[in-house]
């Protein structure tokens, strides 16, 4: 099973913004639904966003909304993860993933994902 790509972590200070990338290195992911999910320390795998394959629509999980935006790139076949006002508490390990039924999930549990990468580390501390 193709592994997907994550990266744009880092360390940032809080209230700052970071950009996550997920890409697929074999294929493109234009067309296909994609979600993130990130997993804190200490905590299970939680979904963050989705994005279906069209684009046109997308899943926030409620305490995330406002801050954190999912969105496509068409021309590098990419999926973007745009993350604004970073707390210390989005500290994780940041994951994008496929749904094994091709289409966004309501509840976004990690195991109703696969194509999982290695991960990217969001840091925020001051």
């Known amino acids: 099973q193709v592994q997907l790509v994550e990266s744009g972590g880092g360390l940032v200070q809080p209230g700052g913004s970071l950009r996550l990338s997920c890409a697929a290195p074999?294929?493109?992911?234009?067309?296909?639904?994609v979600a993130w999910f990130r997993q804190r320390p200490g905590k299970e795998r939680e979904g963050v966003s989705c994005?279906?394959?069209?684009?046109?629509?997308?899943y926030y999980t409620d305490s995330l909304k406002g801050r954190f935006t999912i969105s496509r790139d068409y021309a590098r076949g990419a999926v973007y993860l745009q993350m604004n006002s970073l707390k210390p508490e989005d500290t994780a390990i940041y994951y994008c993933?496929?749904?094994?039924?091709?289409?966004?999930?309501?509840?976004?549990?990690?195991?109703?994902?696969?194509?999982w990468g290695q991960g990217t580390q969001v840091t925020v501390s001051s």
């Open positions: 994005i279906s394959g069209s684009g046109g629509w997308t």
């Open positions: 993933a496929i749904p094994q039924a091709w289409r966004c999930t309501e509840r976004m549990t990690a195991p109703e994902y696969h194509n």
């Open positions: 074999t294929f493109t992911l234009n067309g296909f639904a």
